[in-house]
């Protein structure tokens, strides 16, 4: 049995018929297609927390996957609708830089603008690419319709502006990138960089994180520590997290996302 | 491969067992089915909000398409439940007006009372007849059931109670009918309407929305303003909609549903 | 078409990519795999919420589901990865009581232990059981992997703190077990419960709740009383629930899950 995944992605929440709409219309024209929601709770307009929440989840859908994503606030103006092919899968959405971060994970092959009317809904609306564009072209895709065939090549797609971290004198200087729904607060300092900062399990770090400073342990769970006690740990999202056991870290430390953090192994103690 | 779809909305929302209870239902009579969801987030007993996301949706889909709506106060009391054979599907649910909407723009067909116990769970209880009575109905639908067997037809359905909107010496009265989760104020006012008012895409439009006065451009994309200012413009539902730039017009602009809606050109300027 | 049911439980929430890595990991393993959703919005941490509403929903599945449920405080220390056989279906998670009230409703068989690194993800993290373990087990399970392949069988599997009604001179004592997304109370207390204490429909009840003391008909439907008047049904999850016809039921009586009940019938009146 042939079943391509599609996966959808976007700030519309689960209120409005706005994601159903979507699901009609990708089944209207490719009937096997298996949909997946990934999230539709995005922060509305915040395109870096669709970045990260769609590359988070991609990871681990099979091969051939096809991605949707919409969080999409230049809809109907100049921004182009773009189809990129990886290694990996295919990922559909605007050209704003949303799709760019979990692509490159996969390694990119091919960028093209969709452009043909022919996969797209006959009314295509001002306000709603992701019913009208968007779905149809996953669809099509799903169907079997080349990525070539949507449209011309192109080669300067919007990149997202993710700032790297750094690691200077033993100090690593990130960010928090996402805070999930239990207040964790996932930096985007990887295991690699702890690794190239000496930094293991069990090490006691100083951490900076804005205002606030921490002298927490790198632990291996988080019942390592008290209930409500603060610590980190390289979560599964393959990224530094700084959590409170059984507690929202994001309320009890006063953090968001886009705050600073520096940490450091603490020395001879 | 034959996969009927059968749609799900209601105002149960997402915490309870109760959605996951209806798919378990329809699966234990028809394991073929496809089950999309269309929202569980319809206010608590707002059949008017149900109704018109109900048809907001059903009009994307496939036709064949079963739809099980439950926006149901009056369950286990004497409301009867009914399924309505439209030209492009079905609809199961109470006869509160909630299915009538998208039904009428189907082209309604025959209306049949459930009565037939044969197509209900054995044990029916007082306050799930989501669970007991329309569930059940839309999988036997699906496993190919006449619309007929379930009960007697009728003609005296229950309407909903949407008011249309009027044109007057160029000015077109409405009302909100709709608050998305964008906070897009969606209007009862249709594209064709703005036609006959002679309205087109850049012209400058006077609103008068509840106590509040706005004039705005009928634009042709969020971007045509500057962020955080408001507009006009047909959004995806094919209405008139009253939205702000990357902003939350009914919290801006202080409107809810209901809010009645006065539209009118600028002449002269 | 085979096509195994796997149900997912958690309390994840729905922003996140957590339940869309689940699910990429189930299909990745077992594409024909046919994933329902029962909750993601069971409170933070709360077994005895997530307890309820699985044994609620598992119910009504077919046989052979297999039913993978995560709230699990306990990540990463000693607690134990479980799957639980039954007379109707396969649970898989934690070992902290959250499966076992719905799994002796079916019929427990045997109890495993997942020890087995062949059915795990090759790289477990710290903090993401769900995905890492549970969901593969699911998956493999589901592809035909008998559950004894999983590591040994267990005896002494942790219980959850469930409290039992219990009837002295007529009066029946409980608690309130869940809140629902209504505001309707659901008590412990069974129909068969109200029959042993010659309570039936139509009767006129004394409660106390908490602190507060209520005079309420055992109702047939919400319609029997007044628009925010309270009453008490028998609801569709089969126990004596506390409402409120088109209110609710919990913010206008102040009352919470673990608030105490006492039912009994009123007499010579």
Do not use: W
């Not at 669709?50 to 590359?55: C, E, H, P, S, T």
């Amino acid at each position: 049995m042939r079943r391509p995944i599609i996966t959808l992605l976007s700030d519309f929440g689960l209120k409005d018929p706005y994601v159903a709409e979507m699901k009609a219309v990708i089944l209207s024209i490719c009937k096997e297609a298996l949909i997946i929601d990934i999230s539709h709770e995005i922060e509305k307009f915040n395109i870096r927390m669709g970045a990260f929440v769609l590359a988070q989840a991609a990871h681990y859908f099979p091969e051939g996957t096809i991605h949707v994503a919409v969080v999409d606030p230049g809809v109907g103006a100049a921004r182009r609708a773009i189809i990129i092919e990886t290694k990996r899968g295919l990922y559909v959405g605007p050209d704003n830089g949303l799709l760019m971060l979990a692509a490159e994970n996969d390694g990119i092959s091919h960028i093209y603008e969709i452009a043909n009317p022919k996969y797209m809904l006959k009314r295509v609306s001002r306000t709603f690419h992701g019913r009208d564009i968007f779905s149809p072209a996953a669809a099509y895709l799903a169907a079997g319709v080349a990525p070539r065939m949507f449209g011309p090549e192109i080669h300067d797609p919007v990149k997202p502006s993710f700032s790297s971290p750094e690691i200077r004198d033993g100090m690593i200087s990130g960010e928090i990138i996402h805070v999930d729904g239990f207040g964790n607060l996932i930096t985007n300092i990887s295991e690699k960089m702890l690794k190239s900062a000496e930094i293991s399990e069990g090490d006691i770090l100083y951490i900076r994180l804005g205002e606030k400073r921490l002298k927490v342990r790198l632990a291996s769970s988080y019942e390592d520590v008290e209930i409500n006690a603060p610590l980190a740990i390289v979560g599964g999202t393959g990224f530094l997290e700084i959590s409170v056991n059984r507690g929202n870290a994001s309320e009890i430390l006063g953090a968001r996302a886009g705050f600073p953090v520096e940490v450091k192994k603490t020395e001879g103690e």
